[in-house]
T-cell receptor, first 110, second 113 residues
Framework: NAGVTQTPKFQVLKTGQSMTLQCAQD?????MSWYRQDPGMGLRLIHY???????DQGEVPNGYNVSRSTTEDFPLRLLSAAPSQTSVYFC?????????FGEGSRLTVL | GDSVTQMEGPVTLSEEAFLTINCTYTATGYPSLFWYVQYPGEGLQLLLK?????DKGSNKGFEATYRKETTSFHLEKGSVQVSDSAVYFC????????????FGGGTRVLVKP
């Protein structure tokens, strides 16, 4: 009963470092997405994918890359981390009408 | 563009009190509306939804009615428990936009015994 699994749960980076947040789902959902959560701003869509090999930008895509080589996995890459990317990141996959969220990854960029 | 506005928190209540969280939206057309709940240290979970005007979503004692005339989807619960302490998010989506959600800023609710 895994659902959506995100790793790592916590990460501290220095400005300019790169890293990848992993996301995997076992529900065979075509649609997956990444959000960031900042205080008072709700969740904002970073990137999304409607199926393997297809990705598109959301509301706040700058500084992030994604790929979708399999239905199960949707990693989010930060190529050169900036303090403005300090946030909590949520991956979600969805069936029609409902998103299922992972537990989140808290990233701090110093 | 589309937007969702929620009342700012935190909202602090005593157990068994009545809870209302206001949510209004701005959108072209008639979106589906959702309430998500985030318990401490967890991801968001769907609490309830409504897909057309006058629909009422309900779950776990919570209710919200889709009001087209006031573009609102206020969340209510008649008697809250300590376990209802969480952050509540109102959100909208359009079927034509796939599963992309537009979220409000979230309202933190703290229920004291």
């Amino acid at each position: 009963n895994a659902g959506v699994t995100q790793t790592p749960k916590f990460q501290v980076l220095k400005t300019g470092q790169s890293m990848t947040l992993q996301c995997a789902q076992d529900m065979n959902h075509e649609y997956m997405s990444w959000y960031r959560q900042d205080p008072g701003m709700g969740l904002r869509l970073i990137h999304y994918s409607v199926g393997a090999g297809i990705t598109d930008q959301g509301e706040v895509p700058n500084g992030y890359n994604v790929s979708r080589s399999t239905t199960e996995d949707f990693p989010l890459r930060l190529l050169s981390a900036a303090p403005s990317q300090t946030s909590v990141y949520f991956c979600a996959s969805s069936s029609p009408g409902e998103l299922f969220f992972g537990e989140g990854s808290r990233l701090t960029v110093l | 563009g589309d937007s969702v506005t929620q009342m700012e928190g935190p909202v602090t209540l005593s157990e068994e009190a009545f809870l209302t969280i206001n949510c209004t939206y701005t959108a072209t057309g008639y979106p589906s509306l959702f309430w998500y709940v985030q318990y401490p240290g967890e991801g968001l979970q769907l609490l309830l939804k409504a897909t057309k005007a006058d629909d009422k979503g309900s779950n776990k004692g919570f209710e919200a009615t889709y009001r087209k005339e006031t573009t609102s989807f206020h969340l209510e619960k008649g008697s809250v428990q300590v376990s209802d302490s969480a952050v509540y998010f109102c959100a909208l989506s359009f079927k034509a936009a796939g599963n992309k959600l537009t979220f409000g800023g979230g309202t933190r609710v703290l229920v004291k015994p």
